[in-house]
């Protein structure tokens, strides 16, 4: 089966400005998750959805950071103005039922 | 809160070594427990999940053990190999709360 894809691999920004990730889970997957990982630590979950819903978005910086799921499928996650602790690593991961995620393989945001 | 404890964060071991990882977390109360593999530029690969209701779950060279009441889980890898060298995470929960992970080195 095809893995979690994302795009872009890569991206630099200057702070305050705008950036907008994408991800495509593994089909048949109704969760997907969006973490954020800082070099040198584990990721930190930002936000999970089931279907089109969102279960738990505690930990998104709402003031900057805004998150959807159109059609239960794929996933856009913005940011909005870029801060430079923005620069990080964002994984999308996805799953099924209580099988483990699968995660893509990130977006690297570097904000200058 | 959810605490997730990873020691030690960095081991350099000969290869053929058997070894293991430690992982803890404060709060017993968890839906389940997976062992992670990341290589560098890579998003995380699955390697073991145990279910609460678990003590352990084998994969090839790898066992993972769970013993909820300590809050401990440790991940036992049988004569390891410089293919192995890579960041291994623990995690728990559904949306899951992670430790900082154990870099870990095989010498050839």
């Known amino acids: 089966e095809a893995g979690v894809a994302q795009s872009p691999r890569y991206k630099i920004i200057e702070k305050r400005q705008s950036v907008a990730f994408w991800c495509n889970p593994i089909?048949?997957?109704?969760?997907l998750y969006w973490y954020q990982q800082i070099l040198g630590q584990g990721p930190k979950l930002l936000i999970q959805?089931?279907?089109?819903?969102?279960?738990?978005d505690s930990q998104l910086p709402k003031d900057r950071f805004s998150a959807e799921r159109l059609k239960g499928v794929d996933s856009t996650l913005k940011i909005q103005p870029a801060k430079l602790e923005d620069s990080a690593v964002y994984l999308c991961?996805?799953?099924?039922?209580?099988?483990?995620?699968?995660f893509g393989d990130g977006t690297r945001l570097s904000i200058l | 809160k959810q605490e997730v404890t990873q020691i030690p964060a960095a081991l350099s071991v000969p290869e053929g070594e058997n070894l293991v990882l430690n992982c803890s977390f404060t709060?017993?109360?968890?839906?389940?427990l997976q062992w992670f593999r990341q290589d560098p530029g890579k998003g995380l690969t699955s390697l073991l999940l145990?279910?609460?209701?678990?003590r352990e779950q084998t994969s090839g060279r790898l066992n993972a053990s769970l013993d909820k009441s300590s809050g401990r889980s440790t991940l036992y890898i049988a004569a390891s190999q410089p293919g192995d060298s890579a960041t291994y995470l623990c995690?728990?929960?559904?949306?899951?709360?992670f430790g900082k992970g154990t870099h870990l080195i095989i010498q050839p």
């Open positions: 991961a996805s799953s099924r039922g209580d099988q483990p995620q699968h």
């Open positions: 089909s048949g997957h109704a969760t």
């Open positions: 145990i279910q609460s209701s678990q």
């Open positions: 709060d017993s109360a968890i839906y389940n």
């Open positions: 995690a728990v929960g559904r949306g899951l709360t």
């Open positions: 959805f089931q279907n089109n819903g969102v279960v738990d």
